[in-house]
């Protein structure tokens, strides 16, 4: 038997991460391999993510470029992201067998289906979460939302559609990619994995407001995953958790 199959595996050793992609591999004769990545390279994809951000902000003002306007914005929101997923599929291909085996990128119709599916499931929930804080803490929105209904032309098309597909995309190759299959290779219950990345997820947002709603989000995106074994279902629900918000920056010039 091989140790690699996730079926001999019991959560916490083996294969860190994709079982389904794993097990395709096996049944096609690949060599697979276990990755020696882990929770260091979680940390640097995380604070890189910070230190890039606030980097490439200040260095856009002494310049006199507005990171909350304009290309500007574009900038600040798209560049750390070369940090957020482009360390996770670097080191994925470094030290691994490739982003599409280590963090199950590869899946087949049924899990992007369930993961459109999930997504619906969080719009209502994140709908009803925002009824109960409005009551506490009254009004409020997405930040993304609030800078980018301020864009015009170009600028608001670019970003709405880096708020629909961009985003959902890299956050999900870094906390339920990367970040999941750390914490399970390091021989923590994937149960607490959903809850630790759905943690982390909500406070890299630095919406406070937005904190148990953002929460709830992320633990339905990583029950996904550990379900399905694959981080393509939780992008699929991803984005259609933020299509409706997308919808809203792009057409709020005639909304307005």
Known sequence: MNPLDPQNSDGASGYPGAPWAVRRALARGDQVKIPTWGMGDAVITLLGYGVVGFSVSL????????????????????????????????????KGNGPKL????????????????????????????ALVIQKITGPFNSAAAEVGM???GAVLIVFALMAMFGAPIVEEI???GLLYGALVKAHIAERWVVVITAGIFALIHFEPQRFLLLFAIGLLFGELRRRTGSTSAAIMAHIVNNTPGALVILFSPFIG
């Open 174 to 176: 870094a906390f339920r």
């Open 102 to 129: 280590d963090y199950g990128l590869a899946a087949p119709r049924t899990h992007l289906r369930l993961g459109a599916v999930v997504g619906l499931a969080s719009i209502a929930v994140a709908g009803l979460l």
């Open 59 to 94: 260095l856009l003002m002494s310049q006199n470029v507005d990171p909350q306007n304009g290309w500007g914005l574009v900038i600040a929101f798209g560049s750390p992201w070369l940090l957020l997923a482009g360390w996770p599929i670097f080191i994925a291909i470094k």
């Open 150 to 152: 301020n864009q015009t």
